[in-house]
Structures are given as structure tokens and as C-alpha cells.
């Protein structure tokens, strides 16, 4: 008798085991509203930094700077002169000479020279003889993909359209160095909740 009241309490114990276990669940912290605030419904431009991910690389928290185009006022390039300094990527530039054309302005320096163009806005950017454009970081975050997220990949300048990939992909060749990210050619947007729902990474010289 002793026996049998025994196994069944095993049993029992057993089944409230395998209850507790198939109701188990996971909670996780609230995302921050404060990010939500700044995130939301919004595409930046900037450069991925890395990342966390499981094994399969099917899930993670991706790492962000966002960037900006340094800018200049029209009133102050509009006033620049030979003898002045201009500030380029935290460089001091030295123009020897100024020269206007239709689209900008052409500063003469030392070993370069650098261009100014209007944005729409009606600010100035600066860009050099390469192509390169000067950015400065704003801030740095980590973001976790939505459901519906989407890696564009439109790296090949004889595209039409960019392919159509998964964050397992964008996961994968980040971390075989395939990809470098940077503010001229890494493009993210984000959902009305906050989450990151697609990534484009476009050509640029620099891929």
C-alpha cells in the first residue's frame, strides 16, 4: 500500500512538473518610451557597429551610430576668403584660395582641395575631389529587428532593385567582413513601435 501511494505521488509530482514547464514563459523589460519617441516612424543614416545574435544567427540586437552631414551656414561660406579656416572631419583646413562657380564654392588648401554645395535646406556641405563627404556621430544605439524586418541589399551599382534578404543574411556577411558599413552607404528605418524594419545598404566607392 505504502508502495503504491508512493509511485503515485512521483507521479503527481511528475505531471505538475511537465504543467509548470509547458506554461512557463519569458517577460521581457518594456521598450524605453524615450527611444520610441526619437525612433519611431523615422530612417537615419549611419553605420553598423555589430551585433548580438544566437547561434543560427536568426535573432538579435543590432549596434548603430547615427550620423549626420556636417553643414555650414550660407552667411559664413558665403563670406570665406583666402587666410581663413574652414573645420572638416574635426581638421582644420586652411584656404589658400576661393573660387565660384554655378554649383558652390571651390576652397583651395594645402595638399587638396575641397567643394561646398547648397543642400535643400540652403546650408553648405563640404566634399572633396573623391567624392567623400564629412560626417559627424550624434549618437550611438541598439536596436532589435521587428517581425516583418528586411535587408536591402543594393551594394551592386548595376541594380535595378535591391535583393530582398533576412537578418540572418545582413548577420552573416557582417560578421565575414563582406560588409562596411558606413554613413554614406548604410541606410535604417524603423516601425511606428520603435523596431528596426529594414536596413539598406547601398553602393558606395568605399563597399
Known amino acids: 500500500m505504502k508502495k503504491r501511494i508512493w509511485v503515485i505521488a512521483m507521479v503527481c509530482a511528475l505531471l505538475a512538473g511537465m504543467m509548470a514547464a509547458a506554461s512557463a514563459q519569458t517577460v521581457n523589460p518594456l521598450e524605453s518610451e524615450l527611444k520610441r519617441s526619437v525612433l ?27 550620423c549626420e552631414i556636417e553643414t555650414y551656414t550660407a ?51 563640404a566634399v572633396t575631389d573623391t567624392e567623400n563627404r564629412f560626417y559627424r556621430d550624434v549618437f ?26 533576412t537578418l540572418h543574411d545582413l548577420l552573416e556577411r557582417y560578421s565575414k567582413e563582406e560588409i562596411n558599413s558606413t554613413a554614406d552607404n548604410t541606410e535604417f528605418s524603423f516601425d511606428e513601435n520603435g523596431n528596426l524594419a529594414q536596413v539598406i545598404y547601398r553602393y558606395s566607392p568605399w563597399n
Open 140 to 165: 550611438g544605439f541598439s536596436a532589435v529587428p521587428g517581425e516583418n524586418f528586411k535587408f536591402l541589399d543594393w551594394s551592386d551599382p548595376e541594380a535595378e532593385q535591391p535583393a530582398e534578404l
Open 75 to 125: 552667411a559664413e561660406v558665403e563670406a570665406l576668403q583666402a587666410g581663413d579656416v574652414i573645420v572638416v572631419g574635426g581638421d582644420e583646413f586652411e584656404i589658400k584660395a576661393v573660387k565660384q562657380d554655378e554649383y558652390g564654392y571651390d576652397l583651395t588648401g594645402k595638399y587638396y582641395n575641397i567643394f561646398l554645395y547648397k543642400n535643400d535646406e540652403g546650408a553648405y556641405y
Open 40 to 66: 519611431a516612424g523615422k530612417t537615419f543614416i549611419g553605420r553598423m557597429e555589430g551585433f548580438a545574435s544566437d547561434e543560427e544567427m536568426e535573432n538579435g540586437t543590432l549596434y548603430f551610430q547615427i
